[in-house]
């Protein structure tokens, strides 16, 4: 199963190439879960705490559209915008704030997407 799962993020990486940030993202989410399923399926250890966990890092990773919530003011997070010259999909990191009372992304316009910033290589917030 987890093979699978590592299997399909890495040729799924493959199609990334326009959005570097995204593709490092899912080629490090495959190889902690290849290393976290060898670590704790070598131990057998019971794996559907390893399920649920792996489902929780995973969903993390997810990009979150706007239309369903924003992040928490001012929180930095990684958002998909659009080039205003050419529309094109650019990954930026931003946050929201506050303007006359309305929640809004600080730095770019016409964000459709965002997600939490992964941590930093050695732990730490980014």
Not at 98 to 110: H, I, N, W
Request: some cysteine.
């Amino acid at each position: 199963m987890y093979d699978e799962l590592v299997k399909n993020l890495r040729y799924e990486a493959t199609w990334q190439e326009d959005f570097p940030e995204t593709q490092k993202l899912m080629i490090d989410s495959a190889d902690a879960i290849e290393a976290l399923s060898k670590k704790y399926l070598d131990a057998e250890v019971d794996n559907t705490n390893l399920t649920g966990w792996l489902a929780e890092e995973y969903a993390k990773r997810l990009w979150i559209p706007v239309t369903e919530r924003l992040p928490e003011e001012d929180e930095r997070v990684l958002v998909v915008a659009h080039r205003i010259n050419d529309n094109s999909p650019v990954v930026c990191i931003d946050s929201v704030e506050a303007d006359e009372g309305e929640l809004k992304f600080s730095l770019y316009r016409g964000v459709d997407y965002w997600m939490p910033l992964p941590e930093r290589p050695g732990g730490g917030e980014s």
